[in-house]
């Protein structure tokens, strides 16, 4: 008889699929299949199933269904965010402030925007992985019209003042959104964007026992971001192209458990 017991301490990288977001997937897969676009019953049934599983992500961060958007991942919902801000607010500036232990889906964002003319400051943690408030004060001036700040470093743990950030950005009147790569916090710490001050959030399924290849992008109501990829409308044409259905269900199962 094995008795061998997996000892799994990996899950800041994934998560096993958790049985009822599992389940849920292979009936949306095999029994309610249809394309949520589609003016017909089956199709009625799956825009049913994906609206239940939007108001479960927005519940969970205590926002509005109208401001989840579902995309591929993490990293999508940092591109959407970010390039979509920047393009947004260009007439207002160009200076976007984020910090050196971003996620590459941050950085390399970031990257993109400098060959096109945007300037980006960089803050520099300290010897122990924590930046000091006082340094994004330091950034942050009134020409800022982005400042995108993790919540959670996937690499040390390392949690960063969002509404501290929020505030400054307040206090010296910059024109800037406020985005945060949450895919580490997301259903681990507190994530209200209305108290922490931010605009835009992003978060990922497969951090949280939901399958790879889905996640949700907060915009706060009233925020324009322009899109960067464009197609049949949906997701109100922020993310266009046909709905992940199957995982998008699946996330708000396993967010809901």
Do not use: W
Request: glycine residues 8%.
């Amino acid at each position: 008889m094995d008795t061998t017991q997996e000892i799994y301490l990996d899950n800041s990288a994934t998560t096993r699929v958790s049985k009822e977001a599992a389940e849920k997937a292979l009936y949306m897969m095999t029994e309610c299949y249809g394309n949520p676009s589609s003016l017909h019953s089956k199709g009625f049934a799956a825009e049913k199933e994906m609206t239940a599983a939007r108001e479960i992500i927005a519940e969970r961060l205590s926002a509005q269904p109208g401001e989840i958007y579902f995309t591929s991942g993490g990293t999508e919902s940092d591109n959407i965010a970010i390039l979509g801000a920047a393009h947004a607010k260009k007439r207002a500036g160009n200076k976007i402030v984020t910090t050196a232990i971003e996620h590459p889906a941050v950085l390399n964002t970031m990257a993109q925007l400098e060959k096109e003319g945007f300037e980006v400051v960089y803050v520099q943690p300290e010897a122990d992985g924590n930046i000091p408030k006082e340094k994004f004060d330091a950034a942050i001036d009134a020409k800022t019209i982005l400042v995108s700040v993790m919540a959670v470093n996937n690499e040390t743990g390392v949690l960063l003042p969002l509404k501290d950030i929020a505030g400054m950005i307040k206090r010296k009147k910059a024109p800037a959104l406020f985005h945060t790569d949450a895919v580490q916090g997301f259903c681990k710490i507190p994530l209200q964007p209305k108290k922490l001050g931010v605009d835009l959030i992003s978060v990922s399924g497969h951090k949280v026992h939901a399958p790879k290849g889905v996640g949700a992008l907060y915009v706060k109501s009233g925020v324009r971001i322009l899109p960067h990829s464009f197609g049949g409308g949906q997701e109100k044409n922020l993310r266009p192209g046909t709905e992940g259905v199957p995982q998008i269900c699946a996330f708000g199962e396993a967010v809901k458990h």
